[in-house]
């Protein structure tokens, strides 16, 4: 998206007047944008009236949308009250969701914890609107997450039942939420939900994470919640999706192994999504390995949860050049490897976790950078690195 053209958005909008590891132990991130090139205006300066303004080194011109360079779906989070909103902010950022996406994923309303209120009752009306909104305007969504151990209703946390009828409230959800998704069609009878996020995060490092779903189903839930989900929708793409695969090989293999087990057993999957919560220099060599080793599965792959951190260490105040260019490079890699690595059956596609810096999960109080778009919407010199790995420029 261009500069220009967002800034052209803005000021129409506030004119109209709008309201509104290994590296487990691998670093965490947040991020700001606000002054990034900070210092007074020359407005009051006349012999400054005829210079040539400095280029900003950390925000471009993009002349490409993300969604017209690649070959396959690039998405990015929505939630239903931002589609919902006429602010200037969120005026904006739907300008640049049509223009650079053609797929969406809801953040945390097509959760468990959202959606499931109660025994055998559910509401789905966050995931409708966001449902509606893709059916508008061409896009495609993939559902986030069926079943993650850190999206637990309270009421279920504390089910008191016996544990036979625990596991018949959670299949009874599963089903419910896809078979109510799969009804969703474009004008030309095809799904809007094309996919699922089914379990999320099944593995704490290489060994199965001790949840509440382990404890009273049993470690073969994951098992149980991909066959649920297909008996709902013969269908619809079926995801397992983990952060880390990329930079912990020892996860990565038993995912594999995870995933081998279940193609010998007939337990229904369809695609690996591949969390690439990245750091700067961080994985650097295990990247494209990941990537292949995924790939090689037969598979889907999707880049499920893109974004870059650039402050994990707190080392910096500010962004800076040299932390730009890394980050760019960085993004770069991601695309250029998935561009060129996984064959074109198998890409499923990338998705972005966020629009500006200041509405990511990692922003940390304005201690990180991690996205796409500074807080006015420019295109930011990740966005140039995405891009250009996009095109199949080579980074190395």
Known sequence: MKIVKVLMIVMFAAVMGCSSGSDDSGPQVGGPTDDINPGGSDDDDPSTDDEIPVEDPFVYDATEDLKDVASFPIGNIVSA???????????????VLNAEYNSITSEYQMKMNIMFTAPDTYDFSDGDAIVAYAKENGLRVHGHALIWHEAIPSWLNEFAGTDEEFEAQVEGFVKAAVAHFAEAEDDGGNPIVASWDVVNEYFDGAAVRNSLFTQRIG???????FQWAREADPDVKLFYNDYNIAGQVDKRNAIIGMVNDFITNSIPIDGIGMQMHLNHDWPSSDLPLAIQAISDTGLLVHLSELDVKVNYGDDINSLTEERA???ELQYQRAGYYYTTIVPAAQQFGITLWGFRDRDSWLYDNGSDWPLLYDNDFNTKVSHRGLVAGLNGENPE
Request: glycine residues 4%; aromatic residues 8%.
């Open 81 to 95: 009250n931002k589609l919902a909103s006429t602010s200037t902010d969120n005026t904006t950022f739907k300008q």
């Open 219 to 225: 470690n073969d839930f994951i098992k149980k919640a």
């Open 325 to 327: 260019g890394a980050q």
